[in-house]
């Protein structure tokens, strides 16, 4: 038989690892976020341009990089370190499981705008330069990273639908 103080140490170490997932994944989020907002102050102090669609299309292309592979990879590590709090925690009464499934809302949300921004920046590479051979490879570029976008999206989907079913009896 199962010893009852066993099981207990066993949660116990469960919602530690839980709630230290939490933290990284949130940690880690903000380092993102911090990084998106750098962009936008960036993007805001532009004044003058040499792009053919003017101020705007600068601003937006200084933006758009938050949408490149490089960037997001500071992205993937939160939607693991959620969707692993995520699972640790279905299931177990802890205070902390509200604030794993607010991470875990928050990085698919900051994936979603992510992903807006990743799409825009394709229409606007391909238009700036249509036929252009230099223009294929940022736009691969991008397109990778609306990929890395996705399965972002995609492992938060998954941890929160796991978060809200309840856990299966051993059998």
């Not at 499981?97 to 992903?115: F, N, S």
Request: glycine content about 10%.
């Amino acid at each position: 038989m199962d010893d009852p103080l066993d099981r207990l140490a066993q949660e116990h170490r469960y919602i530690g690892w839980a709630r230290a997932l939490a933290t990284t994944g949130w940690l880690v989020l903000l380092a993102y976020l911090a990084f998106l907002i750098g962009l936008i102050r960036r993007a805001s102090a532009i004044s003058s341009s040499s792009f053919e669609d003017g101020v705007w299309g600068q601003r937006f292309e200084v933006v758009a990089f938050a949408a490149l592979p490089q960037n997001l990879a500071v992205l993937i590590p939160a939607a693991a370190a959620a969707a692993g709090a995520s699972v640790l925690a279905s299931g177990r009464a802890d205070p902390a499981a509200m604030w794993i499934t607010q991470l875990v809302r928050t990085v698919a949300g900051t994936a979603y705008v992510v992903a807006l921004l990743g799409v825009l920046g394709i229409v606007d590479e391909f238009w700036q330069t249509p036929d252009s051979i230099g223009g294929t490879g940022s736009m691969l570029n991008r397109i990778g990273g609306l990929l890395m976008v996705i399965a972002v999206i995609r492992i938060c989907l998954e941890a929160e639908r796991g978060a809200q079913t309840p856990r299966s009896p051993k059998l």
